[in-house]
């Protein structure tokens, strides 16, 4: 079984940083495109970043790119999402989540639904 446990949430301030973590136990972690995704109150959860197997690609939604970066180390089977220049609207439950790499990059959106494994995630907050 493939166990996901996301830290590093907490309060911070507008314009502040985060960096969460995402550690992965119970699978092979370098066969698996890890992501990260975020739930605000009332809100689908939507996608933020991903990355594949090897760290040489990733992916952004656009009200994160220049603000946030994924990164994985495969040797400690954790991925990263540093966080930067929060603002509010970036509070959210921030899941980690994990799929085996089985198709080519190219094709991997960012949705819910190809995803297998999840966390149960971290709380992030920003204030005014």
């Known amino acids: 079984q493939v166990l996901l446990v996301e830290s590093g949430g907490g309060l911070v301030q507008d314009g502040g940083s985060l960096r969460l973590s995402c550690a992965v136990s119970?699978?092979?972690?370098?066969?698996?495109?890890m992501a990260w995704f975020r739930q605000a109150p009332g809100k689908e959860r939507e996608f933020v970043a991903a990355i594949n197997w090897s760290g040489g690609s990733s992916l952004y939604v656009d009200a994160v790119k220049g603000r946030f970066t994924i990164s994985r180390d495969n040797a400690k089977n954790t991925v990263y999402l540093h966080m930067s220049s929060l603002k509010p609207e970036d509070t959210a439950v921030y899941y980690c989540a994990a799929v085996l790499e089985v198709k080519p990059w190219a094709y991997y959106r960012g949705r819910v639904d190809e995803f297998d494994y999840w966390g149960q995630g971290t709380q992030v907050t920003v204030s005014t």
């Open positions: 119970g699978g092979t972690f370098s066969s698996y495109v």
